[in-house]
Every structure is written in structure tokens, then in C-alpha cells.
T-cell receptor, first 115, second 117 residues
Framework: EAGVVQSPRYKIIEKKQPVAFWCNPI?????LYWYRQNLGQGPELLIR????????DSQLPKDRFSAERLKGVDSTLKIQPAELGDSAVYLC?????????????FGPGTRLTVT | AQKITQTQPGMFVQEKEAVTLDCTYD???????LFWYKQPSSGEMIFLIY??????QNATEGRYSLNFQKARKSANLVISASQLGDSAMYFC??????????????FGPGTRLSVLP
């Protein structure tokens, strides 16, 4: 079974430029998460989807961040415009709604560097 | 609000020895789950072990065991017979019932474990 796929793995952009990250969750997983992980810290939730519905986006900086999950499968996270403080690893995770423990499966992440 | 505390920024352990990584949590939810994840330098988050708040026994998965003390709100990870490959960041996380779906997770700041040969 394929795991969570993310692309790109690395991205370097100048500040004020836009950037987008893509995530393909494990087949059949209804729940999808986007996290931001700053260096030396734990992941912080940005947004959580149940199928195509964003059920928790309270931590998403909506002035510059947007996300979508069309058809309840793939998801895209966008930053426009990027700021220096956005440099971090962006992790995507998925879990089955009726899984044993709602365990999350993580993708490899996208490391963003804003210069 | 839920919160996870990991008070050990870094830990060292000799190869083949056991090590305990501390985790305390705060929640008002009656039902919750506690997880430990490992993050090697390559960056992927690897699920290690799970403990449900109503589970009567402490969880074990191979060399990993979870010392769950509900009254103290602690969920310490014990790694037995440490191996060099155990060197990584370790994160404690909690799932609580926030809404009708009930699947929000909160992560702690992590503990960096270094296994010495």
C-alpha cells in the first residue's frame, strides 16, 4: 500500500513569492491534516479535512494561506505571498475515520526555505 | 485546551540500555488517545505506540512500552535495549474529542534521543 505522497520535497523561494504544496493521502483515508513544523519543534496543525470539508482551520493564517481538497482526495496548501517566517517543514498526514486508533500516517514533508 | 509537555529537550543513553522519555498532558476530555512518534533526521514521522484513555493495560509494541499513569496525566515512553538506530526526535501526541469528528491532535515539543555506542 502506498503511503502519503507529498511534493515537492524541497522548495526555495524569495519572500513575497507564491508557493504551493501538494498531498495525496493513503487511499480510503477520509481525514487529511496539514501541519507546519518549525525547526526543533513539534508539528502544529494548520487545517484538518474530513472528506472535502475543512472542519478545523482555526490555526491557518487566512490572510496568506489557503487550502483545498477537491473531491475529498488530493489536497493543496498555498501560501501567497510567502514571508521569511514561513520557512518550515510542511507535513501532510491522513487517517481513516473508522481506524482502530485514528492513527495518523505522515508524508515525508516539504521543506520550504524563504529567502 | 489540550497541552502536551515534554520536559527533556535531549537525552543520552548507552547502547543496549533502557531509556524513559517523559510526557505529561493536560485535557478535560474524558476520552482521549496518546501516541508516540519517532522522527529520524530524514524527517519522516513514524508511529510507535498508542494508549487509549480507557485502556486497562499499558501498551507495548516490541521494544517500546508506554507507562501510562492516568491520575498523574503522564504517558512516558520506555525503550528497552536501545539501538544506534533509535537516535531521533521523539514526539508525544494526544488526540481528543473536540468536535463531532473528534480527531484533532496536539503534539509536544519533542525529545532528542542520542544513543551512544
Amino acid at each position: 500500500e502506498a503511503g502519503v505522497v507529498q511534493s515537492p520535497r524541497y522548495k526555495i523561494i524569495e519572500k513575497k513569492q507564491p508557493v504551493a504544496f501538494w498531498c495525496n493521502p493513503i487511499s480510503g483515508h477520509n481525514t487529511l491534516y496539514w501541519y507546519r513544523q518549525n525547526l526543533g519543534q513539534g508539528p502544529e496543525l494548520l487545517i484538518r479535512y474530513e472528506n472535502e470539508e475543512a472542519v478545523d482551520d482555526s490555526q491557518l493564517p487566512k490572510d496568506r494561506f489557503s487550502a483545498e481538497r477537491l473531491k475529498g482526495v488530493d489536497s493543496t496548501l498555498k501560501i501567497q505571498p510567502a514571508e521569511l517566517g514561513d520557512s518550515a517543514v510542511y507535513l501532510c498526514a491522513s487517517s481513516p475515520y473508522f481506524g482502530r486508533n485514528y492513527e495518523q500516517y505522515f508524508g515525508p514533508g516539504t521543506r520550504l526555505t524563504v529567502t | 485546551a489540550q497541552k502536551i509537555t515534554q520536559t527533556q529537550p535531549g537525552m543520552f543513553v548507552q547502547e543496549k540500555e533502557a531509556v524513559t522519555l517523559d510526557c505529561t498532558y493536560d485535557t478535560s476530555d474524558p476520552s482521549y488517545g496518546l501516541f508516540w512518534y519517532k522522527q529520524p533526521s530524514s524527517g519522516e514521522m513514524i508511529f510507535l505506540i498508542y494508549q487509549g484513555s480507557y485502556d486497562q493495560q499499558n501498551a507495548t509494541e516490541g521494544r517500546y512500552s508506554l507507562n501510562f499513569q492516568k491520575a498523574r496525566k503522564s504517558a512516558n515512553l520506555v525503550i528497552s535495549a536501545s539501538q544506534l538506530g533509535d537516535s531521533a526526535m521523539y514526539f508525544c501526541a494526544m488526540r481528543g474529542v473536540h468536535d463531532n469528528y473528534g480527531q484533532n491532535f496536539v503534539f509536544g515539543p519533542g525529545t532528542r534521543l542520542s544513543v551512544l555506542p
